[in-house]
């Protein structure tokens, strides 16, 4: 197996873990809008977007270097990917309950969703 070829298949695992993110936030929004009601429902995607963005960010400037046989290169890039997600992460979430009138429980019930299908992805999300 080639470099080129490992790096295009952790790129489809990385994206896909993104896919999922945002399938289970959809997924909740859609129960929770039947169980409760369309502005908690536009919640719980708000906090599952105020998790999926920054990973998506990270997954961008990550995989874009993993191809690099550099061992430095690869650290670089991760701790930059990591230091952009904190950041983009504490903007949202300034913006988001700034500007917006969020009801707390649906917002971080979104958000820890899409966390725990990020934290859970490598179990059901085949790599190789």
């Not at 929004?29 to 977007?49: M, P, Q």
């Not at 995989?63 to 904190?86: P, Q, S, V």
């Amino acid at each position: 197996m080639t470099i080129i070829h490992l790096q295009k298949r952790l790129q489809k695992a990385g994206f896909r873990v993104l896919r999922v993110q945002i399938a289970i936030t959809l997924g909740l929004a859609l129960l929770f809008s039947w169980l409760s009601s369309v502005n908690a429902a536009l919640n719980v995607c708000l906090g599952g977007l105020t998790a999926v963005i920054p990973n998506g960010y990270f997954a961008y400037i990550f995989f874009r270097k993993t191809g690099a046989l550099d061992a430095r290169r690869i650290a670089r890039a991760m701790y930059l990917a990591e230091f952009g997600k904190l950041v983009i992460s504490g903007v949202l979430f300034g913006l988001i309950f700034y500007y917006l009138p969020v009801t707390i429980e649906p917002f971080f019930i979104g958000y820890l969703a899409a966390l725990v299908a990020l934290w859970f992805s490598p179990l059901y999300i085949k790599t190789w």
